[in-house]
């Protein structure tokens, strides 16, 4: 299988294996819209197996956005490489953010954000290891 580089855009590697798809649904990419690669259940020396997301530019247009902090939530071990005329400029390595608004959403049925309309699901890091968050009104543990 060939997969070519590409000459201006994002390459998302060392996504964990299987998640491409549910990382560009949390980046809100859409597949349809966007001329992109995925590379799933490829080898990797660090992990056994990954994915990697190559997401060409538009003609005239800069980098799509990639929200670092959702990336480090939905895939911890990716990195991001900036790509300018076929070469690796910039590389940025996403981690766990302290405090995430409308990314998770709350499952206390009793919890304010699931009663009232309108209020931001806010969230903060309680525990980095387990990847464990918290909701901001409730206290209740958020789960991906």
């Known amino acids: 299988m060939e997969v070519t580089s590409i000459q201006n855009g994002i390459i998302i590697d060392h996504v964990p294996s299987g998640t491409a798809l549910k990382v560009l649904e949390y980046l809100k990419i859409d597949p349809a819209k966007t001329k992109l690669a995925l590379i799933m259940n490829t080898d990797s020396h660090l992990y056994g197996s990954k ?6 530019d538009r ?7 990639i929200d670092l902090d959702v990336l480090g939530l939905v895939a911890r071990t990716a990195t991001v490489g900036i790509v300018r005329g076929g070469t690796i400029v910039e590389k940025k390595t996403p981690t766990l953010p302290e405090h995430v608004v409308n ?33 901001d009104y409730c206290d209740e543990e958020a789960k991906l």
């Open 59 to 65: 003609e005239g247009e800069d980098n799509p956005a």
């Open 103 to 135: 990314i998770l959403t709350c499952r206390n049925p009793r919890c304010v954000t699931t009663t009232e309309r309108g209020i931001d699901q806010m969230f903060h890091l309680t525990h980095s290891g387990r990847q464990e968050y918290r909701c």
């Open 51 to 56: 994915d990697i997301i190559k997401i060409e």
